[in-house]
């Protein structure tokens, strides 16, 4: 290793260290690269921690495999719909992408993302959470996400002193300094809050990698066929390029899709929801050209397309 990736080691696992709880850390592992390094990390650090996978149902089956050869000691959670959900017939039932679309009566799209709350983010309440959020990321990352991060509106009325604080966008507080001061203040509010340690928040593409190869850590195969991300297949957030090669190579998930589709317009017919966006007549076909971008669906007009006489 460099000396500065030595030194990012060094400050990850003070890092670690510093905020300990005595019940031991929530490990957010999804089986991608970051997640790999930050439980490397907890166990160089030797600290007490669980580790947790969130079960999608739409993750690339390789790092499914991946996750069960490799971190056997990785619970695996399967998210349920709560007993106090409208739709009867879902309550207690595992969440899914393809009853998800349905019943939101609509695709994820970057804008709406609710299959990244529902599925991925609701573990680890009332834990410290350890994740793998990283600035060089996107900016938005950056803006949002510091060594510690309160994700709570109500947090900032608790937290008089905010010097060592900054207010997101979205009212959380991402702390600044790990003082001793700023470190009480976690430790008095993260049992009432969802908090999370980002101990890498400040390593490169590069850093990962390299810390990687030094320490022989094994990870994804997907990593060595081209893909620089391991997400949820079709997911939104990727790039158009993106995405069709994930269809390209795991087309059932596109089948899966279009099902879900079919399912959803037929629950906003029961709605009687097939209007404006959505009419009646919609294909699953034309809501996936939508989705991916290819095409606005029919009837509706396209911006970009040139007048005619």
Not at 172 to 180: A, K, M, Y
Not at 196 to 220: G, H, K, M, Q
Not at 261 to 269: D, K, L, N, S, V
Request: net charge positive; aromatic share 10%; proline share 5%.
């Amino acid at each position: 290793m460099t000396s500065d990736l030595t030194n990012k080691v060094k400050a990850s696992i003070e890092r670690i260290k510093a905020f300990e709880p005595p019940e031991g850390y929530y490990l957010a592992f999804s089986g991608g690269k970051d997640s790999v390094v930050c439980k490397a990390l907890l166990d160089m650090a030797g600290v007490k921690y669980d580790a947790h996978y969130r079960v999608t149902s739409v993750d690339p089956p390789e790092l499914v495999r991946f996750i069960k050869e490799k971190h056997p000691d990785v619970a695996r959670d399967i998210p349920r719909y709560s007993d106090g959900i409208k739709a009867e017939h879902l309550r207690g039932k595992p969440i899914t992408m393809w009853n998800l679309i349905p019943m939101k009566m609509m695709p994820p799209t970057r804008v709406v993302r609710y299959c990244c709350h529902q599925l991925k983010e609701s573990g680890g309440d009332g834990r410290m959470v350890v994740t793998g959020v990283r600035w060089a990321e996107s900016v938005k990352r950056k803006d949002n996400h510091g060594t510690v991060t309160i994700s709570n509106q109500s947090a900032k009325n608790e937290i008089t002193d905010r010097d060592n604080f900054r207010v997101t966008n979205y009212g959380g507080l991402v702390l600044t300094n790990d003082n001793e001061d700023s470190r009480r203040m976690i430790e008095q509010c993260y049992k009432r809050h969802k908090t999370t340690l980002n101990p890498i928040v400040d390593w490169t593409d590069a850093d990962v990698w390299n810390f990687i190869r030094s320490e022989s850590i094994p990870y994804c195969e997907l990593y060595d066929n081209g893909f620089h991300r391991l997400g949820c297949i079709g997911c939104p957030m990727a790039t158009k390029h993106g995405r069709e090669l994930e269809f390209a190579r795991w087309p059932r998930y596109k089948t899966a899709y279009l099902k879900a589709f079919e399912r959803m317009i037929a629950e906003r017919g029961r709605r009687g929801k097939l209007d404006g966006t959505w009419r009646v007549g919609t294909r699953p076909e034309d809501v996936f050209n939508w989705w991916m971008q290819y095409d606005v669906l029919p009837g509706q007009m396209d911006l970009f397309e040139e007048e005619t006489d």
